[in-house]
């Protein structure tokens, strides 16, 4: 094709997923500009469409292929239609996503994602299915270009070495890699310089970042390099391992101002044995320990978890367990998961499992209890003056802007202006299950 006519031909990333997918979607996006290709406004219109996806549960694969089928007859009425799957998924079910949906063109694995430009010029030409799903090679040395209006995304390491047994990460992602600090380092301080207020450093397991390089760093390494950026409000990271939580990290944390108040703890199980079973490597007295020596570290901390219900056979004494520890925990929030066996995982090849319907039941009842210790939590915090990091208008209310606070939680305020990505002063007046609703005192800039 001319290179006239390709450039008029758009793109669309749907993105399924965890926020390193989030940033793969953004180095996708930023291959097909480089490309000349120019991004559509909806799916429906792209002439090109490239499904980020996400394998996590049995659920996230449904979602995927559900919405392949939207896109069965385009070829029909657009001769340059290109459908590319990337993503977990695509490492996960490889080649044999070709032949149960042959309206995809191109399967492209988590560490192939620079050849998609070429993939596709291939395929224009060609016209043939491809698949590029090789375990080796990855995307680390290409600079981040933010799509959020808000937040900019810097991977510290991609894949992950735990292997728990429920999950499959490892094995769509690879092993651990993690990236050269001086890297990490100059692209915070080019984002920072860019304007960027808040900078979220991803990992699968952050606290493991380091293990398999030469120098003899760790993630406390990691926040002690990224103080003092000029610019950067605000230091995220997600998530940190509880086993690997050393009190370096800690320390680290406390001591770089623009470190957030808040963490994302995994806790997965309250159960010991259920913990033991899932090699996480730590007990629910442990992880509670944790929280404490985090709370007492870093003053008004907002601590996050994800939780899973109904694994390897769970007995109902030891789901009980787990809501013992949530009760002590006592987290602002969390997301919380009915356990799905994935294949090829240890969990999955259980003797027994836990019933579909336990689990649900479970599931609820886990919900139940933590909304309203969510709830309970947010109304001691009212009057509280707080910063909040405006990320946008408020999709479901007209007049209303929403934004975060440091410790992560969620504010929707009255405002008619456009504030993305401004730090405002807010009042947290009324207190619910997801967070607050505000006034806003003042934009602080
Ligand atoms: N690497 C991150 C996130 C992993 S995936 C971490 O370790 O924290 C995000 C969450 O999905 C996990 O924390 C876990 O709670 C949940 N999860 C992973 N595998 C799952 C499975 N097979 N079934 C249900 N939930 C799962
Ligand atoms: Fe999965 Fe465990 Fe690795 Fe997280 S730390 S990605 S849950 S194997
Ligand atoms: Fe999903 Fe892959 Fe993230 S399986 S949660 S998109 S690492």
Redesign the pocket.
């Known amino acids: 094709m001319s290179q006239e006519a390709k450039k008029h031909l758009t793109y669309y990333v749907l993105t399924y997923g965890?926020q390193m997918n989030v940033y793969d979607s953004e180095i996708l996006a930023a291959l097909m500009e480089n490309e000349g290709y120019l991004p559509a406004a909806v799916p429906e219109d792209a002439d090109i469409v490239i499904f980020n996806t996400c394998c996590?549960?049995d659920n996230a694969d449904q979602k995927v292929y559900g919405r392949l089928g939207d896109f069965k007859k385009r070829r029909e009425t657009n001769a340059n239609f290109v459908l590319a799957v990337a993503g977990c998924l695509a490492q996960k079910d490889k080649e044999g996503i070709l032949q149960r949906f042959p309206q995809i063109d191109i399967v492209l694995g988590t560490h192939q994602v620079r050849r998609l430009p070429e993939l596709i010029k291939q395929v224009l030409v060609k016209r043939q299915a491809l698949a590029c799903v090789g375990r080796v090679g990855d995307h680390l040395d290409m600079p981040a270009r933010p799509l959020s209006a808000f937040q900019a995304k810097i991977p510290i390491s991609v894949g992950?070495n735990?292997w728990?047994t429920?999950?499959?990460?490892p094995y769509v992602r690879g092993p651990l890699k993690s990236r050269p600090l001086p890297l990490i380092k100059a692209e915070a301080q080019r984002l920072a310089a860019e304007g960027w207020r808040e900078i979220m450093l991803l990992g699968?397991?952050v606290n493991d970042y380091g293990h398999d390089l030469e120098e003899d760093i760790d993630f406390a390494t990691v926040l002690r390099e990224l103080k003092g950026i000029p610019g950067l409000d605000r230091l995220r990271f997600t998530?940190p391992?509880p086993a690997y939580f050393t009190d370096r990290v800690i320390e680290a944390m406390a001591d770089n101002p623009s470190v957030c108040e808040h963490v994302h703890l995994?806790l997965?199980s309250g159960d010991d044995e259920i913990l033991r079973k899932m090699k996480r490597g730590y007990t629910g007295d442990e992880f509670l320990q944790l929280t404490a020596k985090l709370r007492q570290a870093i003053p008004n901390l907002g601590i996050t978890t994800?939780?899973?219900v109904g694994y390897a056979n769970e007995s109902e004494e030891q789901f009980e367990n787990t809501l013992r520890v949530v009760e002590e925990a006592q987290f602002d929030s969390a997301?919380m998961?009915?356990?799905?066996?994935?294949p090829g995982?240890p969990?999955a090849l259980a003797a027994a499992q836990v019933p579909e319907e336990v689990r649900m039941e479970r599931l609820y009842k886990l919900i139940a209890k933590q909304n309203a210790i969510s709830e309970a939590k947010h109304r001691t915090r009212l009057k509280q003056v707080t910063e909040v990091l405006a990320e946008g208008p408020s999709k479901k209310e007209k007049g209303r802007y929403t934004g975060r606070t440091r410790q992560n939680w969620l504010v929707h305020f009255p405002c008619e202006k456009d504030l993305t990505g401004s730090l405002v002063r807010v009042e947290l007046e009324e207190a619910y299950m997801w967070g607050f609703v505000g006034k806003m005192l003042e934009v602080v800039g």
């Open positions: 965890c996590i549960r992950c735990q728990c429920y999950c499959i990460v699968q397991n998530s391992h995994p997965q994800d939780i899973i997301f998961f009915a356990y799905s066996e994935r995982t969990g």
